[in-house]
């Protein structure tokens, strides 16, 4: 009775006042999951833009200029129109896809806003700029360069970071830096220590905070693309701006934490994406063979660690991280030629085995689908095999990278099978094979089809596997190289209790006259 009171009571309130309730309900994930589903009038409300989940979801200020533009987009009324139509709440991969659909979105139109920002701003600096004599330029200059060395002791941040916008915009003072190391500050120290460091921090660090300081960067840079060049030096050597930027987006580390498992402060992970979108337009702008930037797969995958994420995070992170990936290699700024090529797997199959250690099945799919030339090569399907089964959530991952029929259509060209078969894997065994029938006539380097391997190769238990691959059309009559066919081999004396096992089960069945053995399970319904 109290249930249903209290349920009554609930839907009766105001559609203000369940906003108010919902949002503090917990995450936008977790709000979707508890209450989308539970009635279309709940559903509009979910979707509706005064409760701006969506704009939450993607740590966007509410006043922020792109809103209105975000819930005008298509992209925001699809994704409205999907989750106010959701029939239940069990449907996570539909609201995940839902909510990753969003993320795609921002990055694409940061990374497009960013080109308007360099475009625009670029041309009013060097309209401003080349009006300067001389001697006030070596004046701007020599303030701007002197406020900027203000940052490094953390005194009046607020008001050198406004000043330094004002000398670059309004006066048109550009900043030089040594790369020396022996330097004590530059442009790559600033970044480093005044954003990049709170991205493990447990302190309040504000989203307009962390926004400020990439604003001051991205004018900064305007004055000079050179600031790109600078480096931070420390103990293991130095370390390019753009390296400072991947470690702390894949690896989500501060480079000096000392903790492995640092929380992620997500506010400061949102900026440090919108800093690296507009360094990569100015790579674009300039000529990019001029600078040292991270342009391949491997050095960038390898980065990537597991973290504590809430689901929010999870999502906004994972797909921001595969975004600038896809955008990289669309600008022809990331390429996979550098180390990997067609005479060596090696680096590709440590850099996969290392994904399905933590975990990450949409790199791995992105990794195939932008370049599967590059696993044409020998396999050491043992180790995948191994890497894929040592747990339940790397196992259901490998059902879900067979699931996508590209991949696995490539995994079954290998010699997959014959290691699924060793490992006894019939699960495995029996979705590859349903995906790829053909490969019952697969056949190992002794001429053995994949009944005739399990039979003479395989130890334990196999009558299982015998009947499925019997049932999936393997020629009971081939020969091996040793002219084996499946009859001889149930006959050795490694194989009694397989037959015993099958003549059990009535798989096979003996002639008392003859003493002849014949295979009753292809005649059964």
């Not at 209450?35 to 966007?60: E, K, P």
């Not at 990753?100 to 700029?129: A, G, P, Y």
């Not at 065994?429 to 006539?441: T, Y």
Request: net charge neutral; charged share 25%.
């Amino acid at each position: 009775m109290a249930s249903s009171l209290s349920s009554t009571t609930f839907e009766t309130l105001p559609d203000e006042i369940l906003m108010i309730i919902l949002r503090y309900s917990g995450n936008v994930y977790t709000i979707f999951r508890t209450f989308s589903g539970l009635n279309q009038r709940l559903n509009n409300i979910l979707v509706d833009r005064h409760l701006h989940l969506f704009t939450d979801f993607l740590y966007m200020n509410i006043g922020d200029t792109s809103v209105d533009e975000y819930y005008n987009s298509v992209v925001f009324h699809d994704v409205s129109q999907q989750l106010s139509s959701l029939k239940t709440t069990k449907n996570d991969q539909q609201l995940r896809q839902c909510l990753q659909s969003l993320v795609t979105f921002h990055v694409k139109q940061m990374f497009n806003r960013s080109k308007d920002q360099l475009q625009s701003n670029i041309e009013q600096f060097q309209s401003i700029r080349k009006h300067l004599s001389d001697t006030e330029i070596d004046d701007l200059d020599k303030k701007l360069e002197k406020t900027f060395m203000g940052l490094n002791e953390y005194f009046q941040l607020s008001k050198n970071i406004k000043r330094i916008e004002f000398l670059v915009l309004v006066k048109g003072a550009r900043l030089k830096c040594d790369d020396s190391d022996q330097v004590e500050f530059n442009f790559a120290k600033a970044v480093h220590r005044l954003l990049l460091a709170n991205i493990n921090s447990t302190q309040s660090v504000t989203h307009r905070f962390s926004n400020s300081l990439v604003r001051m960067f991205k004018i900064l840079l305007i004055s000079n693309p050179d600031l790109l060049k600078n480096r931070e030096y420390n103990g293991y050597g130095a370390a390019t701006l753009d390296y400072l930027l991947f470690y702390a987006i894949y690896h989500l580390q501060y480079i000096y934490a000392q903790s492995s498992h640092a929380r992620i402060n997500i506010q400061c992970y949102q900026a440090v994406v919108n800093f690296l979108l507009f360094v990569i337009q100015c790579l674009k702008h300039i000529s990019i063979e001029n600078f040292r930037i991270i342009n391949s797969f491997s050095k960038i995958l390898k980065m990537l660690m597991p973290a504590q994420l809430n689901p929010d995070q999870e999502i906004f992170i994972h797909t921001s991280q595969l975004e600038i990936l896809k955008i990289m290699m669309n600008e022809n700024i990331l390429t996979e030629t550098e180390e990997w090529d067609d005479d060596d797997s090696l680096l590709l199959q440590q850099v996969l085995i290392h994904l399905i250690k933590i975990e990450r099945l949409e790199m791995i799919l992105f990794i195939y689908h932008h370049s599967q030339h590059l696993f044409q090569n020998s396999w050491d399907n043992r180790r995948l095999v191994s890497d894929m089964t040592g747990n339940l959530k790397r196992r259901q991952l490998f059902h879900r990278l067979l699931d996508d029929k590209s991949f696995g259509m490539w995994l079954a060209s290998t010699d997959l099978l014959f290691v699924l078969l060793q490992k006894k894997e019939c699960k495995f065994v029996k979705k590859i094979i349903k995906l790829a029938p053909l490969l019952v006539h697969q056949f190992d380097k002794d001429d053995n089809d994949p009944l005739l391997y399990v039979c003479l190769k395989v130890r334990g238990c196999r009558h299982r596997l015998v009947e499925f691959l019997i049932k999936m059309g393997c020629n009971l009559q081939i020969r091996n190289s040793n002219n084996q066919n499946f009859i001889d081999a149930l006959q050795l004396k490694r194989n009694k209790k397989l037959l015993e096992n099958l003549i059990q089960r009535e798989t096979i069945q003996i002639d008392h006259v003859s003493g002849e053995m014949a295979v009753a399970l292809a005649n059964r319904s």
